[in-house]
């Protein structure tokens, strides 16, 4: 059993969890097989993925602050944490946990996490195959 189709774009954008329906048989299967291999989540690539989600993995703190500075609106805000990247669609907090889970990871991790949910993010966003944020935030970070 997994959850979730990686492929549903919201509003022209890949934005929010998508379409979280369950998958059963060969399907959930090849969506596992290819969530445990990362599908395209590879900064070096990838060169789709923005400089937002390269800042978030890359913990750095003052190049995010600098982006929330410059969303001048609430609803800019939302776009850049519920924005997808990748084939696992990845919102923002989970860029930040895959860097604190790789071999970069610093203090400024826990940082850009905090700042992140203090600004709204959602710790229950959800990736491709239906895992939340927020189970893969305690391990990683704290």
Not at 3 to 22: A, C, H
Not at 58 to 69: D, F, H, Q, R
Not at 101 to 116: F, N, P
Request: charged share 25%; hydrophobic share 35%; net charge positive.
């Amino acid at each position: 059993m997994c959850y979730g189709k990686p492929w549903t774009i919201f509003g022209g954008r890949p934005l929010w969890d998508g379409d979280q329906s369950q998958l059963y048989g060969a399907e959930a299967m090849k969506l596992q097989a290819q969530t445990a291999k990362g599908m395209d989540y590879n900064f070096e690539k990838n060169k789709k993925l923005s400089n937002w989600a390269k800042s978030c993995y890359s913990g750095e703190l003052n190049t995010v602050k600098n982006y929330l500075s410059q969303a001048l609106t609430a609803e800019a805000v939302v776009e850049l944490f519920e924005k997808r990247e990748s084939l696992m669609r990845f919102s923002s907090l989970f860029h930040v946990i895959c860097g604190a889970k790789s071999k970069t990871k610093t203090r400024k991790h826990v940082d850009i996490a905090q700042l992140l949910i203090d600004n709204g993010a959602r710790v229950n966003a959800k990736d491709s195959g239906g895992f939340y944020s927020s189970s893969s935030l305690h391990v990683s970070i704290w």
